[in-house]
Nanobody, 121 residues
C-alpha cells in the first residue's frame, strides 16, 4: 500500500505564493505519472497540473505561467509552486499518482487526503 500526504496549504493574500508538497510513502513502489487537482466548493474536481515519468509537464490554462509542478524522485515527493495567487485559486488541492506497487504486483492510482488553499482578496 502506498500513501500520498499533501502539505503546504494555508491562507495567503492575493498575489502571494505557496508551495505544496506531496510525499509518497510505502514499500516497494515506483511512481509513474502524477499530478495536482483541486476542488472548489460547489465545483467539480479539476486537474491543475501533471508531470510524467520523463519530466514532461502540463497545466490548466487558468494556472499557466503562475504554477510550476516538479518532482524529486529521490525523495518520492512532488511539488506545486503557486505564485501570483488569486481568490479563484481557493480550493482543496489533491495530489494523484499512478504507482507501480511491487507488493501488490500491479499498478494502482492513489489520491492524497487534500490540503486547503485559501486566497483572500
Amino acid at each position: 500500500q502506498v500513501q500520498l500526504v499533501e502539505s503546504g496549504g494555508g491562507l495567503v493574500q492575493a498575489g502571494g505564493s505557496l508551495r505544496l508538497s506531496c510525499a509518497a510513502s510505502g514499500s516497494a513502489f515506483s511512481i509513474k505519472d502524477e499530478g495536482w487537482h483541486r476542488q472548489a466548493p460547489g465545483k467539480q474536481r479539476e486537474q491543475v497540473a501533471y508531470i510524467t515519468t520523463d519530466g514532461s509537464t502540463g497545466y490548466a490554462d487558468s494556472v499557466k505561467g503562475r504554477f510550476t509542478i516538479s518532482r524529486d524522485n529521490a525523495k518520492n515527493t512532488m511539488y506545486l509552486q503557486m505564485n501570483s495567487l488569486k481568490p479563484e485559486d481557493t480550493a482543496v488541492y489533491y495530489c494523484n499518482a499512478d504507482v507501480v506497487d511491487y507488493g501488490l504486483g500491479r499498478e494502482n492510482n492513489y489520491w492524497g487526503q487534500g490540503t486547503q488553499v485559501t486566497v483572500s482578496s
